[in-house]
Each structure stands twice: as C-alpha cells, then as structure tokens.
DNA sequence: AGGCCATGCCGACCATTAAAGACGTTGCGC
DNA sequence: GCGCAACGTCTTTAATGGTCGGCATGGCCT
C-alpha cells in the first residue's frame, strides 16, 4: 500500500504538502493540485484510516451493542443505523451481546480500546455505573440509564394502550400480555404497564406472562404460549411484546385449533418487515425504526461535536391493522 | 484517556517497560509486572489499538460486506461471523451493500483505507476485476470469482438434488423453481440446475422463475407466486431459493386455497431460525450457517498469517422435513 | 570472569496532521 | 527610497500512542 510519501516523491512535494491538499486546507495553487492528485490517482493512493485517526484523535467509528443482529428487529435497526453511519462518514463495528454481562463489559472494554467516537447501546444488563464511567458519547435504546445519558424509544406506553385498547374495542373480555423483559428499568417494560392500565380500567381481567430470564430465546415464547392456553383457556385477547413473540401466539392459537381473529384477537409489536410474510398479517404497533437509527446516530454525532443533548427522545408509534384483530 | 507514559509514571518505571508488560516480552518480574498492572487498573488503561495497530501494520478488524444485515440469512450469518471473529481476536466492521454496485465499490475503498486485514464478502456486484486489485486477505460467500480468491458455500447442487428429489419421491409431477438470483456467477444458481436436471431426469414438466434485477424485494416474491399460480395452476411441488421465498409460498398457497402438503408441496433453502415460527413448519435444505461463518472467518486469518488457502470450501447440506412436503 | 536476569534509555518507525517557519515578492506609509 | 508587514506557497518540525531492537547498566550466581 501507497503512503503519502510515495505521492509525495512522485508530485516532487512534501508529505505535508499532499496531507494539505488531501484536506484542503492552506493556500494551494492549483497547478499543485493537480499534481498530487494524480500521483495519487497514479499509485491508487488511500491515506491510512489509523493513522489519521490516531492524528486526529478520532476514529470514525461508531460501536453498537445488540442483544443479536439476528434477532430482526435488531437486524434492521442495525442496517438503519449503519446506513446513517455511512451517510455521515462514520463506519460501524458491530458487536452482539447475546444479553451476556460479561460479553456486553468486555465488548465496551474493546470499543473504548478502539477509540470509537461513540456508543449505541441497544443491550443493557450493566448496572449504571459501568455505563457512567466509560466517559464516551453513549445512546442507549429502551433504556434510561441516568439524567445524562441520552436514550431512544419508541413511545412504549401509548404503544402499550393502543394495542390494549383496540383489544377491548374489538370485544376481547380476558386480555393477555406476553412480554420478554420483566426488567422494569426496561423502557419497553411500559408496553406491559400500559397493558395492566387499560385492562383496570375497563375492570377486565387480565393475565401478565414474562421471559424470567433476559433473553430472546424462541422456545421459551413456545412455552410460555403453552402455558397461557392451558392455565388460561378463556383467553381471547392477546398482546404480544413483539412481533415474533405474535407470530407464535398465532402459531399456537393455529395449533390449539383457536381461530385467529375470530376466537383470540393478538396484537403485536415493532413492525418488523418480517411480518410481511406471516398470514394472516398481524395487526402490529409499529415503532419507526428508521428514524430511530438515524436519531441514535445523529445523537451520537451531537456530543462528538460537544453539543449537550436532551436525555428523553420517544418517538411516535403507529397502529398498523393486520387480520388477527 | 491514560496512556501508556500515564501508565510508566505512575507505576514508576519506562515506558517501554509496560509495553513489555502488556506484550508479555522479555524478562520481568513478578514484582514489576504487578506494579504496572496495578497502576493501569488504577488508571483504567487500555492501550490505544489505534495506535497499535498503526504500529503493527495490524488492525485486527475483518470487514463484511452483505447484501442487508435484515434479511435473516444475512443477519444469521452474521452473528456466527462476528462471533468467530471475536473469539480470534478481531473486531468486524459492518457494511450492507443493497446489493448495489457503487454502495459495493466504496465500501472496498472505505475497508481498504481502514487497513482491514481481511474482507468476507457475501455481496458480489462488481466484475472480477474489482476483486483482484484490492490485494488483500478476502473471502467470499457463494460466488467463485478467480481460481485464487478462496470460497465458501453450501453444497448447493446437492441441496437443489434434495429438495427436488423429495419433492418427485412425494408424488409432485409439475414442478416449479423461485430463486433469486438468475446470474450464473452466483454459486446458488446451482440449486437452480440441480432442480432442472433432477426435473428432466425424470422427465417432469417445470417452470423456473427468477427475479430479474439482483435484489431481494419482498414484492418481488410475492409478484412471482402470483404470476406462477396464474400462468401455471398445475404446478404441485415448489422449490424455493430461501425459506423467505418459500414462505411467500406457503402464504400464496393459502390465499389461493391450495393446501399444503395435500395439494402442493414446498421446499425451502437455508434452514434460518425464524421458520420456526411458521405454520406449517417448512421442508428445507439446511445450510450448515455456523461452520460457514468459522470457515469464512478462518480462511482470513490463516491468510492474514501467509497460508495459501485452497479455493473450494464446499460444506455440506442437511435435508429437515417440516410439514409442507 | 562470565553468564543470566531485570530494567532503563534512546531512537527509529507506523502514516498522518497541526503549528510554525521560510522565502521571495508586493505594497504601503513616512 | 527605505523599512516592514502582508501575502501566497510550500517546507520543517513536532506530535499522536504505541512497538521494537539495540545497547547500556547493574546485581546476583557460579
């Protein structure tokens, strides 16, 4: 690889000179310019990321913590993110958690040793003073971790009482919720506040089911489901914590011979592309995903260019009907 | 953030010397390597890998250019890769194509100035070429693109002979084929002609269709089915190109009211988590996904250590019968 | 005395950037 | 018409944070 001393000798200039014209800065006579880009052009010259980066003390580099980016919710959160990222010059390094303490502590460790500009964390099993002391441009999704670490969600609790209440509306008298985080420093936790809100205060009764541990794992949402049908067989309303967790409600409701809408109504949630291939497509609270990444993003850039940014960003949900309600 | 002469000071010894202790070189003491550990803990020192990496002509980063990180093959894959990656020691940087030439062609420069050690490319829009200038440690997924750039894939001739193989064993006598990608490059294509040798060997009628631009749109699929389902109703076995497809499928199936398995049966590709949370659960081709991540990530570094790699890295497939053959 | 162990010191090096300096030409004020 | 600053253009030097090799310096052991 071609450093900028090579194009240096071939423009017959000095390697300050080149760095001069690469960031234009300085007086540059254009005759000059126009030598050393094509030297550079010639040797098909790139100037080193790390070394500017190291000059420069900063990298460009945004880091993300996910639970999984398989999960595809965060799948596309994430190509949002990176699509931003890339659009403001910044690159991504990716790194799943799989909502593991010590990963999630050892991954920050490494971005900190990267000298990344900032941090989207959008997996959170650190208690807050792990977060505080890495003294990094943070964003974190669904989570408030203090007053001064900004965070980004969607709005959890008017989510939460749509879903509920065109439930009720649609004549669902015995709700469920099914839900994966019982963390209650969870923002998406309010999605099941908001839940047990509305079911009170149309005196319905209600049933509350929850992950016990912090996890994504597909066969627990199979379990849990089982569980419900059977301590729970009266049943005919369900919200679901997200769309997956929806897509096996239906499947269970499917299995149990429960006709969906007709018999059990289920709502999901995040508005997952994925849904598109589901049938019937599920009745959903869509979360803008897209203006969510750009939004993590353009907070990270704020306080990379010293700017104090706001702590609570909460974003409008959209109630977007399938056919299982 | 401390560095290392923060570290020397406090510990009261040279700089070079807890360079030897964090590299582990030379001769020293118990006593000495305490005191610099104790002293970079009290700073919570990380040594700047900008600057290492600078300084080793090393940055431990792998690139990864993919289609989109949300199609869950892609996100799947990911994770094993980041996973590997992590294990060995490397960090990955993220970039979706779009399966979009230009996005492909910047994101080459982008990782070759980051002075990656190596790149796993799963999207490939570009010519040979392109490929071939870059001179650097590269893998890539399902298309073989010069003799000396080494690849991964599945065994996709022996997949396509499976699913089409099933599909004629299960009584299917009019077949039909829905893949992606109609370029001949593209390994995965060879699921396409196993389907028709297998097709004529038996001397069964088929159809084979493909989208025609190089994406993965959801419409697309969908517009496809509809087309086939229109333009050939007798069709009674599918062979999708990815379980995504085969779900369109399965859903085109059901809102024409053919049953599946009764009067059409479909087999998929890939073997992705999600289709779990189908109904039926579908027929399909494994593609063994974690060994194709390790492989990938292994055949970087053993060429980022000087090893000539062989090229064909052909894993096998696994036939997994769900309920719609 | 010679060999091993443990550390320090110096400087080169990685590729680039930022600040300051050099140098010939002009223009302006007095 | 002389001194001096300003100007445009490029170069020199030092810094970024760490790695690495060589060489020097002791102390301890045999």
Redesign the interface.
């Known amino acids: 690889?071609p450093t900028i001393k090579d194009v240096a000798l071939k423009a017959g200039v000095s390697a300050t000179t080149v760095s001069r014209v690469l960031n234009n800065r300085g007086y540059l006579s254009e005759e000059l310019k126009h030598k050393v880009h094509q030297a550079m052009e010639e040797l098909?010259y790139?100037?080193?990321?790390?070394?500017r980066?190291?000059s420069r003390s900063k990298?460009n580099?945004i880091g993300l913590i996910i639970p999984?980016?398989?999960?595809?919710f965060f799948?596309?959160l994430?190509?949002h993110i990176?699509?931003h990222a890339?659009r403001e010059g910044y690159?991504?390094?990716?790194?799943?958690s799989w909502q593991d303490k010590q990963k999630e502590q050892e991954y920050i460790?490494?971005l900190?040793?990267?000298?990344v500009d900032g941090i989207i964390m959008g997996s959170h099993t650190l208690e807050v003073e792990a977060y505080r002391?890495m003294n990094l441009p943070l964003v974190t999704f669904d989570r408030q971790i203090s007053p001064d670490i900004p965070y980004v969600c969607s709005d959890n609790y008017e989510g939460g009482k749509l879903a509920t209440t065109l439930l009720i509306q649609k004549g669902c008298r015995h709700l469920a919720h099914i839900g994966g985080h019982p963390k209650l420093n969870i923002l998406s936790h309010l999605r099941c506040v908001a839940f047990e809100d509305m079911a009170k205060q149309h005196n319905l009764e209600y049933v509350t089911l929850h992950t016990d541990n912090n996890s994504f794992d597909?066969e627990a949402y199979e379990q849990l489901l089982g569980q419900l049908f059977a301590e729970h067989p009266e049943v005919d309303g369900i919200f679901a914590g997200s769309d997956?967790i929806a897509?096996?409600a239906?499947?269970a409701c499917?299995?149990r011979g429960r006709r969906v809408p007709e018999d059990v109504k289920i709502v999901g949630y995040d508005g997952i592309?994925?849904r598109?291939?589901?049938?019937p497509p599920i009745t959903t609270i869509r979360q803008p995903m897209e203006a969510i990444g750009k939004l993590a993003v353009d907070l990270i850039l704020q306080q990379v260019q010293g700017h104090s940014v706001a702590a609570a960003h909460i974003l409008p949900v959209e109630l977007e009907e399938g056919a299982t309600t």
């Open positions: 690889m098909n790139r100037p080193n990321e790390l070394a980066s190291l990298s580099i999984h980016v398989s999960l595809p799948g596309e994430t190509s990176e699509e890339y690159k991504l390094l990716l790194c799943n460790h490494m900190r040793a990267s000298r002391q597909f997956i897509a096996y239906l499947k499917r299995t592309m994925l598109s291939l589901l049938d």
